[in-house]
């Protein structure tokens, strides 16, 4: 059946063959572009102002004076000493632009003030600012229906150490006065692909 | 009249028992002003719950008096202004759920906070949503274990699974009801008339997600904690001997609010909205996402999805 088809294109002249993979890679390009269009142009959701002001902010009573120094080095408190985020592959001037003391760089080196973290947080983790924008990560506020407004990304995440920590759990459900709780069934489960099958085949 | 006492009377005069109780028949008639002998409540409070009728069939000035007697009975009998209503459902929406499970941490904080929203008795067992730990690699409900209490949560090799009323759009529980008492409304979400229930549990026997939840005891609140904004299909205060359960916060969602246990996820797992709208975070989820639901074998056709990241 392949060969069949194969056939056509292989009796083309190589020129049009050239011609014709052509169209077929803009066509894949211009499908990818369409996705990121609709991406672009969904309406952006009103995003919930941060809760607590920075305290630091504006970085001009200090930076002022200072010059910008972009070697990659630990730096003296109040700045974060330990960077969580990242492992290593990012350092401060990525995300806070070195001249552009009053805000945010993104990946592009577009300035982005303070309240528009998502912006440049969406310049590495685009899939997941895809789902945040469309309601399939983060938190909607308020309502379900009407003008979308959501959580912005630090307003659950530190940006210097974005994994958020283990806690306690609330506590268990009561148990009916004069009962035990049930013991739970220990018997150990293991996943399907985790072998069993292959040693007890002959 | 001490049990003994009654027994000797028995006995020995054969008609005293009976001379007692005529007696106390009339001393309830002579009080029948004063409160306590209508079980708190006024003599025509307890004539209109008595020819109450089944909620889908009260014009709306039964139900509006029907609403004002669980206002003065919460009064009466609680002490507590509440505020009970009947809000319809809205036109062009049907309700649906997901759960981000990858995002899910198992911190039972949506559990809590549906304690409190609903006004379930705090030391009745019944809590509408229950966390399952499950272990990883594995989608084994019956070895789940929903009490758990480690010290930190996600514990190592363990995934959290929240259950909760499903909405099915084929609801079993529904057909199990011998009274009607249950019944899904066009939004979408399946609920209980408290009144009529009469207490049976064919409709836990039936449901396959053990999310219907039956008063063994008088539902136990302090009074300072009751949430006074309740609705007569949802969180309005239950008695001894009825079954509930989720409703979506329907007193909340009717009015575009998110359902509390949404609200007080900390993880963002929770996404909620209307099926019928294309635009909505549900309809994206369901869309873009790898989706399961529970038990979807059996045919329910539950309106709430699980979801992972990826």
């Known amino acids: ?202 | 009249m001490s049990k003994q006492a009654a027994k000797q009377a028995n006995s020995s005069k054969p008609d005293a028992a009976r001379r007692a109780f005529l007696k106390g028949l009339g001393l309830a008639g002579a009080g029948a002003a004063a409160a306590p002998a209508w079980g708190g409540e006024t003599f025509l409070d307890a004539l209109g719950d008595l020819f109450q009728k089944h909620y889908q069939q009260m014009t709306p000035e039964e139900v509006q008096e029907a609403l004002e007697r669980i206002e003065r009975r919460a009064q009466r009998q609680l002490g507590v202004d509440i505020n009970c209503k009947a809000t319809p459902p809205q036109a062009g929406v049907v309700f649906g759920y997901a759960i981000n499970i990858s995002k899910c941490k198992g911190y039972r904080d949506c559990v809590t906070a549906c304690v409190k929203e609903n006004n379930l008795g705090r030391d009745s067992q019944v809590e509408y949503i229950r966390v399952l730990e499950m272990e990883q690699g594995t989608m084994d409900l019956e070895h789940s274990e929903h009490y758990y209490a480690p010290e930190e949560v996600p514990q190592e090799g363990k995934y959290y699974l929240p259950v909760q009323c499903m909405q099915c759009d084929d609801p079993p529980c529904v057909k199990a009801c011998p009274v009607e008492a249950t019944w899904m409304e066009q939004d979408g979400i399946v609920v209980v008339d408290y009144d009529w229930c009469i207490g049976c549990r064919y409709c836990m026997t039936a449901c396959p997600y053990w999310a219907r939840h039956f008063n063994w005891t008088e539902p136990e609140v302090p009074p300072e904690e009751i949430n006074p904004d309740t609705h007569y299909l949802g969180n309005r205060p239950r008695s001894k001997g009825v079954v509930e359960k989720c409703h979506f916060c329907i007193h909340r969602t009717r009015e575009g609010r998110l359902p509390a246990c949404l609200e007080a996820c900390p993880t963002g797992a929770r996404v909620f909205g209307n099926l019928l709208d294309p635009d909505s975070d549900i309809r994206y989820v369901l869309e873009n996402k790898t989706v399961f639901r529970l038990k979807e074998e059996l045919g329910t056709e539950p309106k709430f999805w699980y979801y992972t990241d990826g």
């Open chain 1, 1 to 202: 059946m392949a060969i069949k088809a194969l056939v056509p294109w292989m009796a083309l002249p190589r020129s049009s063959r050239v011609m014709l993979l052509i169209v077929l890679l803009a066509g894949a390009q211009w499908a990818g572009a369409q996705e990121a269009d609709s991406v672009a142009q969904s309406p952006m959701p009103a995003v919930v102002p941060r809760a607590e002001p920075l305290k630091f902010a504006p970085c001009e009573q200090c930076h002022q004076f200072l010059q910008t120094n972009s070697e990659v080095r630990t730096l003296m408190a109040p700045h974060v000493r330990e960077l969580a985020h990242g492992d290593g592959r990012i350092w401060c001037l990525n995300c806070h632009g070195g001249e552009n003391h009053a805000g945010l760089v993104t990946l592009l080196g577009e300035a982005a003030s303070f309240e528009d973290g998502h912006e440049v947080c969406g310049g590495c983790h685009a899939r997941r600012y895809r789902d945040w924008r469309f309601g399939a990560h983060g938190k909607r506020a308020d309502s379900w229906q009407g003008e979308r407004t959501v959580y912005g990304c630090t307003h659950c995440h530190d940006p210097h150490n974005p994994a958020l920590a283990p806690r306690a759990p609330e506590p268990p459900p009561p148990v009916r006065k004069g009962l035990d709780r049930p013991e739970p069934q220990r018997e150990s489960r293991q996943p399907a692909w985790a072998g069993g099958g292959a040693e007890s085949a002959p």
